[in-house]
């Protein structure tokens, strides 16, 4: 079971008071809060072992370099990747989709498919978009339903051996829902297809197992479960970062230099040129033990009540609207309420020291799909509570009275 007086109690920044209100923080989709241990693992790494990793002799560098490849091999085991060197640090999920996409123009020609889902992030549309003009290939779309499902019939027959690579999220970010990811990678796979899966909306909210959803690459997020911003993952087959090329050239990710031609290190190092930012990568180590401490199952399980409890409340405010209904969802309420603009709401209940997020969340051809300008997004983590909720609801009400 899950405590949430403990757990509360690790996250400084919910003793903050906005608009002299007690912060309410309901924007988790968009950024999670940090626990005491991580924000003093960042000053720690400062404090004692600060030097550049992999290139040198002397002892800080040894230090550092061990804990960054400990906090690689955490996140490892974490989401049971086969090899530690399929574990990449990246800046994020949007430069993990971006070193994929880019290394995928050597696979995909003119002729070829990339396939994303109509409930994609932005950053999973934009590159394969700049591949397929690049390559002449077109870009397929998994359509939805109005319950905010993706069609897997439709999916099934846009399925053929055109395709490359399909790319898909496992959770949306504007919708909240759970996709079936394991089917998608396993039709995939059928017709020759890899598979990248964007778990940025995931990874707070459960383990992936890689190696069980067989996919081919998993980006996620360093700052949404509980991280530093700047830091992130990408895990890769062997056999596919074997194949693909370097994203970025410069130091680290070489064996050999001349001005006759380069060979390029081993993995990982391939893919990780330059200077990373080390104390991210330290301490996403310690955001990913800060979370196995707590439980994904206890984390998920207190979420969906929050889900629960969340929807019920909001459906009694007459006039909303939840976009986004899918039977398999996690913590996150998208709504709007009668034909009151999403900012007007956000901007009243942010007043009373609740933030939430309001817009198109990165995601417009799903505002498109809806016929609406956006919505007014609550996306709860296992640190709220159900009278946080009440404060919310109370809120609207509010915002919907002085603005009707």
Not at 59 to 66: N, Y
Not at 224 to 230: A, D, E, F
């Given at each position: 079971m899950l405590d949430i007086n403990a757990v509360r109690a690790s996250f400084p920044i919910l003793n903050e008071t906005v608009n002299g209100k007690p912060l309410v923080y309901f924007d988790n989709a968009a950024t999670s809060q940090k626990p005491k241990v991580v924000i003093d693992a960042v000053a720690e790494y400062y404090n004692t072992i600060n030097s550049n990793i992999h290139r040198g002799v002397h002892?800080?560098?040894?230090?550092?370099?061990?804990?960054y490849e400990v906090s690689r091999q955490k996140i490892q085991t974490h989401i049971n990747a086969k090899h530690g060197h399929e574990v990449l640090f990246t800046t994020g999920t949007t430069h993990g989709i971006n070193l994929v996409a880019s290394g995928f123009a050597k696979f995909v020609k003119e002729g070829d498919a990339v396939m994303v889902s109509a409930m994609e992030h932005h950053s999973n549309i934009v590159p394969w978009q700049m591949l397929c003009e690049r390559a002449g290939a077109t870009l397929l779309v998994i359509p939805m339903n109005e319950n905010g499902e993706l069609i897997i019939e439709e999916f099934e027959k846009l399925l053929t051996e055109k395709v490359k690579i399909v790319a898909v999220n496992h959770i949306s970010n504007s919708l909240g829902t759970i996709n079936p990811i394991k089917h998608i990678i396993d039709k995939a796979h059928q017709v020759g297809a890899a598979v990248l899966i964007d778990g940025a909306q995931a990874a707070p909210h459960l383990r992936p197992d890689v190696q069980a959803l067989d996919c081919d690459f998993y980006a996620f997020s360093g700052h949404?479960?509980?991280?530093?911003?700047?830091s992130g993952i990408l895990y890769g087959k062997e056999e596919w970062l074997n194949k693909l090329p370097p994203y970025q050239g410069g130091g680290e990710m070489i064996k050999e230099v001349s001005f006759d031609g380069t060979t390029y290190a081993d993995l990982p190092h391939k893919f990780e040129a330059g200077t990373p930012n080390i104390a991210g990568g330290i301490v996403l180590g310690t955001a990913i033990d800060y979370l196995n401490s707590v439980g994904l199952d206890n984390i998920n399980a207190y979420e969906q009540e929050l889900l629960q409890y969340g929807t019920e409340k909001l459906l009694e405010i007459e006039d909303l609207k939840i976009i986004?209904?899918?039977k398999q969802k996690t913590s996150v309420i998208s709504f709007n309420v009668g034909s009151i603009h999403p900012y007007d709401i956000g901007s009243i209940v942010d007043k009373m020291g609740i933030a939430v997020r309001t817009g198109h969340h990165c995601t417009q051809p799903v505002m498109q799909f809806f016929d609406i300008p956006g919505t007014v997004r609550a996306s709860f983590s296992f640190y709220n509570t159900k009278e946080e909720i009440d404060a919310l609801v109370a809120a609207v009400i509010k915002a919907q009275r002085m603005l009707s």
């Open positions: 002892t800080l560098s040894q230090l550092a370099t061990d804990a949404k479960v509980c991280g530093p911003t700047g986004g209904t899918a």
